[in-house]
């Protein structure tokens, strides 16, 4: 029981390691990731913190060198869907009400602590070796984002148990935020570690109980995940991490009366089907479930006349490529005035082709694969149509190649056509469409911009004339949930830009601040009066 007002330590944003030659860090992950490499590892389902394994065994193989084996993961089916429902449903007494909400703070406190200390390495040789991310977009990812979330997560927190109402005299108001009532489901994606371990931790912090299911190509990193909570304390059944095909999951998840909210990161088309099935069901719930998603993107840039060239050229090379363009903000179309192409385009092209690809091994790799071959197929097909396409040409990239990885050069296609379908379309992957605008056009094309695709997560305007970006801040105004004005739409720091995007890039519920905490939540108010009335009669019923 708490026997004091307790205040978290303040939070702030863990340094991103440089990884320089010759530097300690860089020689502990070398070596970490060739321990790694060299050893079998099998995943097993957590359920009540018990391994479970069923016949349906499963490899796990690094992205960019598929023939080497790095593991095995086990498919389970609906009856590990109800155990581990049934697991959370137990541990949520104990967690809810005996657990005082600065325990589960600590939990999470030294969770942060392992990953930025003697996890690093391995949740970062994790995320290089079983999703293909080079040094640097593992370590702002796995070790830094994913210690942020937990750190920033308590502090939050405990800046919504301050808010409280005011009291009359010889009243007492108060406001308690109550965990939901049953369990959460997790959904989570491949291409960020950390996303993978706040969207469970984030309701668990708050108290509630949680059902977890991680991407197939996540699972190698998703143990170690498991591994730091064990060992920062959470108790056995808070988090259940499960791995079951998506209808699975989902079909059971949408018809349990004790389902209270899903958390969800992934496309936009499942999104959609998980909010049809909790709508079709409703009536068996036993409350409103909470519903909460950040899906796709099909990010822009587009730059004023007044722009750098130079610099709208960095922005498009880090923006739409790192991590080979597998991210929802990743720059995807661009809107170049007529003035700046030439210049901006001699830069691009020079940029990319400076780029090394290879496996996350060798660091000098600036890119590296993408994620499995059903990636790699429906990015090629978009590339392919780009070349059969009058409209189009490809002006860097165009090549790939499966044989040892799935490997595909950063691409570029010009279009004259500002309805393409890459234009319009999210690829997800190291595809980059730009149009040149007319310079003199500048207010048109921003509403060319809004109009053109139905998501709305980010963005970005280069200008140096602060009319034109103010111009672009208000017809974009429901454009993009992350909005950047001289610097690339990727990169969203805890605590500094909270992200998440509306229309058809989700429910902008920001994760990385306290609205989204705010989701997991069921406020109670509660009110004692120390004088309570005696008597029914009001002064006004008098006759004089």
């Given at each position: ?19 320089a ?6 020689a502990?992950?070398?070596?970490e ?6 050893e ?11 391994e479970?394994k069923?016949?349906?065994k499963?490899?796990?193989h690094?992205p ?5 084996l790095?593991?095995?993961y ?10 581990a ?7 949520r007494?104990?967690w809810q009400e005996e ?10 406190l ?6 930025s200390?003697?996890y ?6 994790a995320?290089?070796?079983g999703q293909?991310k ?6 702002i ?18 800046e919504i148990?301050?808010?409280q109402?005011?009291?009359?005299k ?8 109550r965990p939901l009532e049953?369990?959460?489901y ?7 570690t950390?996303i993978?371990?706040n969207l469970?931790?984030a ?18 990193s998703?143990?170690?995940i498991?591994?730091?909570f064990?060992?920062?304390?959470l108790p056995d059944?808070v ?6 095909p998506?209808?699975v999951?989902g079909?059971?998840?949408?018809k349990?009366p004790d ?11 499942v ?6 099935a ?13 519903i ?9 840039v587009?730059?004023?006349k007044?722009?750098?060239?130079k ?11 790192e ?13 170049i005035?007529?003035?700046?192409w030439s210049?901006i385009?001699e830069?691009l ?5 400076s ?10 790799n600036?890119i ?13 097909s978009?590339?392919e149509?780009?070349k059969n396409?009058?409209?189009c040409?490809?002006?860097a990239?165009g090549?790939?190649?499966?044989s040892?990885?799935y ?9 004259t ?5 890459s234009m319009?379309e999210?690829i997800?992957?190291p595809v980059?469409?730009?149009y040149?605008y007319?310079?003199?056009?500048y207010?048109e ?6 109009s053109?695709?139905p ?5 970005a305007v ?8 103010d ?5 974009l105004?429901?454009a993009?949930g ?9 990169g ?18 920001k994760?990385?601040s306290y609205?989204?905490?705010?989701r997991?939540?069921s ?10 009335p005696?008597?029914y009669?009001y002064?006004?019923?008098a006759?004089?």
């Open positions: 029981m708490s026997r004091g007002i307790y205040r978290v330590p303040k939070a702030y944003n863990e340094p991103v390691y440089e990884y030659p010759g530097s300690k860090e860089r502990e992950l070398k070596i990731i060739e321990k790694m490499r060299s079998i590892k099998e995943v097993s389902m957590i359920i009540n913190g018990k479970v069923t016949e349906n499963l490899e796990i690094p960019h060198d598929h023939k080497h790095l593991g095995y086990y498919m389970g089916d609906e009856s590990h869907v109800h155990l429902i049934d697991s959370a449903l137990k541990s007494k104990k657990m005082d909400w600065h325990e589960r703070a600590s939990i999470f030294k969770a942060a602590e392992l990953i200390g003697p690093r390495a391995k949740i970062n040789s995320s290089m070796l293909s080079n040094v640097y977009q593992a370590e990812d796995a070790a830094c984002e994913f210690a942020d979330f937990l750190r920033f997560n308590v502090e939050f927190m405990s148990y301050s808010q109402p005011i009291s009359s010889g009243v007492w108001n108060r406001l308690e935020y049953g369990f959460v997790a959904i989570t994606p491949f291409n960020f950390s993978a371990g469970p931790a309701p668990a912090l708050m108290g509630n109980v949680v059902v977890w299911k991680p991407a197939e190509t996540q699972m190698y998703a143990a170690v498991m591994e730091i064990k060992e920062a304390g059944g988090i259940n991490m499960i791995c079951v998506g209808p999951g079909k059971i998840m949408s349990h389902f209270v909210g899903v958390h969800f990161t992934g496309s936009t088309e999104f959609k089907k998980i909010w049809k909790i709508g079709e069901n409703v009536m068996l719930h036993n409350t409103y479930p909470k909460v998603g950040e899906t796709g993107g099909k990010d822009f587009v730059a004023h007044s722009a750098e060239a610099v709208v050229a960095t922005a498009l090379a880090r923006g739409a490529f991590y080979q363009g597998q991210k929802c903000s990743a720059a995807s179309r661009a809107y005035p007529s003035n700046l210049d385009k830069k092209i020079k940029d990319i082709g780029f090394k690809m290879g496996g996350v091994e060798n660091f000098q600036f590296n694969a993408v994620i499995d071959e059903r990636a790699f197929d429906k990015i090629v978009y590339i149509h780009a396409d009058p409209s040409e490809i002006l990239g090549k790939y190649d499966k040892v990885g490997f595909i050069e950063p691409t570029v296609i010009l279009t056509d500002h309805q393409y379908k319009k999210e997800f992957g980059l469409t730009i040149v007319d310079e003199n056009n207010e094309i921003l509403e060319i911009i809004d053109t695709s998501y709305a997560l980010t963005g280069f200008s140096k004339d602060r009319t034109a970006v111009i672009a801040l208000r017809k105004v429901n993009a992350n909005f950047y004005i001289n610097d690339k739409p990727t969203a720091v805890v605590g500094q830009q909270p992200f998440g995007g509306a229309r058809a890039s989700g429910t902008n519920d994760s990385g609205l989204n905490l705010l997991w939540v406020p109670r108010t509660i009110k004692e009066n120390f004088n309570p005696e008597d009669r002064k006004f019923l006759e004089r």
